[in-house]
Antibody, heavy 124, light 108 residues
């Protein structure tokens, strides 16, 4: 079955970086796109950016420009999200979520499959 | 950036009752790009509705979506015990993709 499995929880100090992985299975990895979404405690989801696993192109939310890097490894069907210069406000659950682009209609599709989430805690 | 405002913040209802959730956008966009998600504590969001009115795979028909332009609605016709959760609307057609702040449907 289609699934996204993320890496385990992380605890980081302010100023450090964190790298979260998301391994895809059950579908053709390079046929679909992957988003990263985070959710702070008690808050709604917040979109961070998108990566095209086929060519590696990315589009980041302006809020995270300069601090986030999304990459992929096609040999293992895994995408990565690295966030640097961590601060306490980055404490959140980080999710990867799949989408695709319908070339016939010219529209993007919704986020149909989500990873289980990775808790990142930033604390001194 | 399209800002989505959901109302009410909390909906207190009993099983068997009808739930009506609202999502209003700061500017008009294609209804083809509006989704609703359900989230339960400790779980990832689950896609319920896409394209404003199409149910995702496996979603029961008591869930329905409607709307266009700037006003969208999620309706749960008869609440089942497993439907008590937080619901988010989302626009996914343009960057940045944005989410509403959520409506919590709680047991009265």
């Amino acid at each position: 079955q289609v699934q996204l499995v993320q890496s385990g929880a992380e605890v980081k100090k302010p100023g450090a970086s964190v790298k979260v992985s998301c391994k895809a299975s059950g579908y053709t990895f390079t046929s679909d796109y992957m988003h990263w979404v985070r959710q702070a405690p008690g808050q709604g989801p917040e979109w961070m950016g998108i990566i095209n696993p086929s060519g590696g192109s990315t589009n980041y939310a302006q809020k995270f420009q300069g601090r986030v890097t999304m990459t992929r490894d096609t040999s293992t069907s895994t995408v990565y999200m690295e966030l640097s210069s961590l601060r306490s406000e980055d404490t959140a659950v980080y999710y990867c979520a799949r989408t695709n682009y319908d070339i016939l209609t010219g529209f993007w599709n919704a986020f149909d499959i989500w990873g289980q989430g990775t808790m990142v805690t930033v604390s001194s | 950036e399209i800002v989505l405002t959901q109302s009410p913040g909390t909906l207190s209802l009993s099983p068997g009752e009808r739930a009506t959730l609202s999502c209003r956008a700061s500017q008009s966009f294609s209804s083809s790009s509006l989704a609703w998600y359900q989230q339960k504590p400790g779980q990832a969001p689950r896609l319920l509705i896409y394209g404003a009115s199409s149910r995702a795979t496996g979603i029961p028909d008591r869930f329905s979506g409607s709307g266009s332009g700037t006003d969208f609605t999620l309706t749960i016709s008869r609440l089942e015990p497993e439907d008590f959760a937080v619901y988010y609307c989302q626009q996914y057609g343009s960057s940045p993709r944005t989410f509403g702040q959520g409506t919590k449907v709680e047991i009265k």
